[in-house]
């Protein structure tokens, strides 16, 4: 399985970008969002990503971190949605819009994805209404932006959603990877470092 690819843009399409990777390109669907973020062709970039293996087929999507990576597999897990409906839903809406959304049974935010009509979004709102609290509080969003000691943007580390995505990647469900990096984040204070929360985080699983 891959879960990160690092290389050279070769050129970027509607709705996917190709990797080359020491002469090998992939092809990486991604959101409207991710896609318009993409560096130039030519220049290097990092993409997290969720592999989807298929009898017919092995396709990847690309994430521009782990949080949003794992916010796809979070809107996946609702009946109906498929990989291209939560790729909609992620090119209209940050990971802190589709919570705020869910949290305040928002439909019409969710319908503004192409392709999602009211019953689907109103499904994801339903079926997400008791995720979207625990994700929030663990991190699980967009970096926010900090600002360097000469005034320029640099993106804060998002170390909940790194810890978060480790320990599923160990085997852990979304859900109870959340709920213990939570808890580690509340013992440890802000600005843990990622082991520290995947540390204090297995602690909380295995109690």
Do not use: C
Not at 127 to 150: H, I, M
Not at 160 to 175: C, E, K, P, R, T
């Amino acid at each position: 399985m891959i879960g990160k690819l690092t290389g050279v843009l070769d050129a970027v399409a509607a709705d996917s970008a190709i990797v080359d990777v020491q002469g090998v390109g992939y092809i990486v669907h991604a959101s409207a969002q991710v896609l318009a973020h993409l560096p130039s062709p030519g220049e290097r970039v990092t993409l997290w990503i969720e592999t989807a293996v298929r009898e017919d087929a092995i396709t990847l999507y690309g994430f521009a971190d782990p949080a949003d990576k794992l916010w796809f597999k979070l809107l996946t897990s609702v009946q109906g949605v498929g990989a291209k409906a939560a790729l909609a839903v992620q090119s209209v809406l940050s990971a802190e819009d589709i919570a705020r959304a869910v949290m305040l049974a928002d439909v019409a935010a969710v319908t503004r994805a192409n392709g999602v009509g009211k019953k689907l979004a109103e499904r994801i709102v339903n079926e997400l209404k008791d995720k979207v609290p625990a994700f929030g509080a663990a991190g699980l969003r967009p970096p926010t932006p900090a600002l360097s000691g000469k005034g320029k943007q640099v993106a804060a580390p998002d170390h909940a959603g790194d810890a978060v995505s480790a320990l599923v990647n160990l085997g852990y469900g979304l859900s109870d990877a959340s709920r213990a990096v939570q808890a580690a984040a509340q013992k440890s204070g802000d600005g843990a470092p990622v082991e520290a929360l995947i540390r204090l985080g297995l602690s909380e699983l295995m109690k």
